[in-house]
């Protein structure tokens, strides 16, 4: 009889491991992705509901702020606070292989808003046309340098669907997920959101695991095709563009180990970058850190093409005073342009990484 029970152990374990809840790390006031309301719990929240009740498992959740991008990651898959991530960037070098990802469940990037019957095929649809684009983001990089395109910036998709409502603007050329989320919600379907794809403007996502949970990622990728049309339902319900994206250029191939798409119609870097002699610190993980949390802003690899923030050019603007303005900016942030400090988010070593990696990327012209 003990023998029996001893045998039936195991067993009766692994049962138990089996029927564990699936935690799912989300964002609590992320819509449309995730969302703490049941009644509106967000699409990729949804997506991780769908997957567990394929896999007869109950759901949990960590909530955390995505806001901090890789740190978020960090701080709840990575630490074992939850098992899957839904939405993650499926792009070179995301934090691998720390963590692992599934088969692509969808694509996330900026789409064109505008009147349902206005032609939006290409960038030449907007030749003379005034257009809303967001503020330091890949759109407002795009058309930069087209003059044959006016442009109004704006700091949030609710900022530009909302210009466009007005009568403002002719098109917005803003975040796609959060466009056709108010489209839905605020703007009774009146527009159309037209996907576009290229150089960081468009990238798959998937669900992402900590790296030891293969097993985890096996299954789920198992039960994913049978979940194809209940996905395909979810994108319409939450009014995410999922439709063939309009293509804005030859998608560039990434280099070596790039942590983000890079983006269409910036400079390239027709210098090498030159080492300066005081780099101190670890350039790798500063590399790391600023394409996780700055790369939104200033650019994957800090590859800009609008100077005022082209962090390229640090050596050249502040000279002498460069290492100084880095930590007033970083430490104190500069709220009136979008930009919060960092002090409390990492610490003056982690700081020091991204300078040390900022000192490596200065253009040769600096020390002219």
């Not at 990729?44 to 702020?65: D, F, H, M, P």
């Not at 975040?175 to 989320?181: H, I, K, R, S």
């Not at 994206?245 to 027709?270: C, D, I, N, R, Y």
Request: glycine share 8%; with cysteine; net charge negative.
């Amino acid at each position: 009889m003990l023998l029996s029970a001893i045998l039936l152990a195991p067993a009766m374990s692994a049962g138990a491991e089996e029927t564990k809840p699936l935690r799912l790390c989300a964002d609590p006031t992320n819509l449309p992705f995730s969302s703490d309301d049941p009644g509106k719990p967000g699409l990729y929240l949804e997506i991780g509901q769908a997957v567990a009740e394929k896999l007869g498992r109950a759901v949990s959740y960590n909530w955390y702020k995505s806001y901090f991008g890789k740190r978020t990651v960090r701080e709840t898959l990575l630490s074992k606070q939850c098992d899957a991530m839904v939405g993650l960037p499926l792009v070179d070098d995301f934090m691998g292989p720390a963590v692992i990802f599934s088969k692509p469940i969808a694509h996330e990037g900026y789409a064109l808003v505008g009147a349902r019957d206005r032609k939006l095929t290409g960038i030449d649809d907007l030749k003379g046309l005034q257009v809303a684009v967001q503020y330091e983001s890949v759109p407002q990089n795009l058309l930069a340098s087209r003059d044959d395109i006016q442009k109004t910036t704006v700091l949030s998709p609710d900022e530009g669907m909302a210009a466009l409502a007005a009568g403002k603007v002719d098109v917005a050329f803003i975040w796609a997920p959060v466009a056709g989320w108010l489209n839905k919600t605020s703007y009774g379907d009146k527009y159309q959101v037209v996907s576009t794809e290229g150089d960081g403007l468009l990238w798959k996502t998937a669900i992402g695991f900590a790296k030891a949970s293969d097993a985890l990622r096996n299954e789920v990728d198992a039960v994913l095709p049978s979940l194809q049309s209940d996905i395909d339902a979810l994108f319409a319900k939450y009014g995410v563009p999922n439709g063939t994206p309009v293509k804005f250029g030859q998608a560039a191939t990434l280099s070596s180990g790039a942590s983000e798409p890079t983006t269409v119609g910036q400079a390239a870097a027709t210098d090498k970058p030159v080492q300066t002699a005081a780099v101190t610190g670890d350039i790798k993980a500063g590399r790391e850190t600023f394409n996780g949390t700055c790369a939104h802003c200033h650019g994957p690899d800090a590859v800009q093409s609008e100077r005022r923030i082209d962090l390229r050019l640090l050596k050249k603007r502040y000279g002498e005073d460069m290492e100084a303005t880095f930590w007033k900016t970083v430490h104190e942030g500069r709220p009136s342009k979008g930009m919060p400090a960092w002090k409390d988010v990492f610490s003056d070593d982690e700081l020091r990484n991204v300078y040390a990696y900022l000192q490596t990327l200065q253009d040769s012209s600096s020390s002219n």
